[in-house]
């Protein structure tokens, strides 16, 4: 099914954003039975709405089929999990919580960022689509529930007193296909002068720096603060404060409150990424459709680096068996050809293989035995941890490379 009109506002969908062709979903590993069998892949494509300015991918795969089992946990990326650390105690300083409030975490994963609150005795509630990672984090004592949220999930959290003095959604504004039910239920699960916090990678810097590998099935959106404010005042929300972060190759911390209240002050970060879109030219179709042609260069730089590499009888590996290494790979057709594997630190991935390029999963430990000549980092907006982390690449020889927005070899 194709999404020919917005999935906000309903106008038709006529401009075209990015067209990276038809892929295998970025976070279905394969096991060594489902090497034999037909892979399914759908068009991955994204278009903008010239009513409201959301950018949005058109094909539709149901979100059961993504989230119900999940391969990602939060917790194996250590800077993603002291970013969370830090973000809860502001969260404590700046809005008083305290033993009293209720903080509620949508799509809180493993339990990675409420196991804080935890420890400093704020009571928490997680709610996790997937029961194998919701099961992960009961284990580390974090009250989770296994279901999708939206307006319906809101309205049985309030009426058994679960409103929420602040509810949290990381990265997971971009993962649902009815924004209008999603953000519906985030409004729906405040208290009065409760607080809404989202994080988001920002379109703005994944349009600077080339980042079309942020764009997969899973990620129904591409969000700038300029669609994200319409569809929250929609559903009764005005943002207050925005704040800028380094994370997934920039991130917008959007903090929003309820239109009645007052309790909230409004913040400097908010006019100035507002007057940042405005200049990049967000509020004109042509600012979208030029990105398309921005992405060949980088696919033709890592074909003639990995290409180069074979002729000259180098070793290559990949390390993190990461969804937006999946997009690059699969878009530059990329397999066992040029990359002999790929290391990932999560145990649930090692033993499978990626979707589509079909590499193998191994534990980092691999490189030791194969001493690769070159490692290409596929998340790259973790490669310097990787490569702070894994000095013995140097000291056999080994560098270090990533594709976007350039390539560039490292070391």
Known sequence: MTAHNCRFCGAPLKHRFVDLGSTPLANAYLTEEQLKQPEPSYPLRAFVCSDCWLVQADAFVPPEDIFSHYAYFSSYSDSWVEHARQFTIMARTRFGLNEKSQVIEVASNDGYLLKHFVEAGVPVLGIEPAENVAEVARQVGVPTEARFFGKETAADLVSRGLAADIVIGNNVLAHVPDINDFVGGLSGVLKEDGVVSVEFPHLLRLMENIQFDTVYHEHFYYLSLLAVEKAFAAHGLKVFDVEELPTHGGSLRVLACR???????T?????????????????????????????????DGLLAFLNEAKRDGKKVAAYGAA???NTLLNFCGIGTNLIDYVVDRNPHKQGHFLPGSKLPIYAPEKMDETKPDYVLILPWNIKNEVVAANGRVGAWGGRFAVAVPELTVIG
């Open 267 to 299: 913040g400097p970060g908010a006019a100035k990424v507002r007057a940042d879109e405005a200049a990049a030219g967000f509020d004109k179709v042509e600012t979208y459709e030029a990105f398309q042609s921005r992405v060949a260069p980088i696919k």
């Open 259 to 265: 239109t009645t209240s007052t309790a909230h002050p």
């Open 323 to 325: 969804a937006k290494g």
